[in-house]
């Protein structure tokens, strides 16, 4: 099977779900209206001293966006991420991911900012308002690691399988040198583990009749490099057995196995097949925005000519 060029040129561009836009309008629109209303941000971002009884900013923080920078970066990522994405899982499942892990995502930083608070005594932690739809482009670098891992990035010249460990090394690096950028690192790495918990464990795949993603290519160790690996997994079996409630051998043989055969999806073959499905929809788009680029430019050389 070939690999299939990330997307380029003029057709990039088009393409965009209605879903994803009517996303990207909510997006501008809180940030337009904290601009119009700076006291919103008290209400609908995630300050965890208000948090209750405001229990509604666990949903809304995570498509607030306070500054420009921050509501470009969101809209251009939902985009074009999720052009990919959405027609692979379904507008259903692709809007239920985003909801899920923004909601996980904020859950899991309140109670963080609790905990921080209780530590150090620092009333900052329960003050700080946080919002931003940081955590689900992060969990959309995990869903292009699942679905098409060994594509290369020609500008990075990196397989996108290290795309989510990059965004939460980097965002690492970049809060010791900004005190800003670190309000956002707990959301991308929340977002990051979120994701990978949701489709490793709880996507349903109507299809196989399974949930998850149980194949050894999206095991959490293959966030690290392979020298960490035999660390790493033992740890995360711990909290494979404490998240799915039995132990690995009940796993496999009540979950992935019925009358002593393998079900479908439960086996790398399943994985195989769906990343072939990812690279198979990325090929077609391709291939659309390429017909449209060449049928654009020959209507162009026509009109010129006639105008001639």
């Known amino acids: 099977m070939s690999t299939p060029a990330v997307p380029g040129g003029s057709g990039s561009f088009t393409g965009f779900t209605k879903l994803c836009k009517g996303l990207a309008v909510v997006l501008i629109g809180g940030h337009i209206l904290v601009q119009l209303f700076p006291a919103v941000v008290n209400y609908l971002a995630l300050i965890p001293a208000r948090t209750i009884p405001f229990a509604w900013n666990l949903l809304t923080a995570g498509y607030i966006e306070q500054s420009i920078y921050g509501v470009v970066v969101s809209t251009v990522g939902l985009l ?126 109507p299809e196989a009749k399974l949930k998850g993603d149980p194949s050894d290519d999206f095991a959490f160790s293959t966030f690290f490099p392979e020298l960490l690996r035999p660390v790493i997994d033992p740890i995360a079996s711990i909290f494979h057995r404490m998240l799915c409630g039995r132990s690995e051998s009940r796993d496999n043989a009540e979950d992935y196995t019925a009358a002593g055969a393998p079900l479908p999806g439960s086996d790398p073959i399943e994985a195989s097949r769906r990343r072939e499905r990812g690279a198979r929809a990325l090929e077609e788009r391709l291939a659309a925005e390429r017909l449209a680029a060449a049928r654009s430019a020959q209507e162009s050389g026509k009109d010129a000519t006639e105008n001639v």
Do not use: H
């Not at 620092?122 to 969990?139: C, R």
């Not at 670098?141 to 679905?147: A, R």
């Open 80 to 205: 074009f991420v999720g052009k990919l994405l959405e027609p692979i899982w379904g507008s259903r499942e692709f809007l239920k991911f985003i909801f899920v892990v923004n909601f996980l995502t904020s859950l899991c930083v309140f109670i963080t900012a609790i905990a921080l608070y209780y530590i150090t005594q620092e009333e900052s932690y329960l003050y700080l308002p946080v919002s931003g739809f940081y955590g689900i482009l992060a969990g959309f670098l995990v869903g292009i690691k699942q679905m098409i891992p060994d594509q290369e990035l020609p500008v990075l010249k990196l397989k996108a399988k290290w795309l989510p460990s990059l965004a939460v090394l980097v965002s690492i690096a970049i809060s010791f040198w900004t005190t800003g950028a670190a309000t956002y690192l707990p959301t991308i790495i929340f977002g990051t583990y979120i994701s990978w918990i949701y489709l490793r464990y709880w996507q349903r795949k």
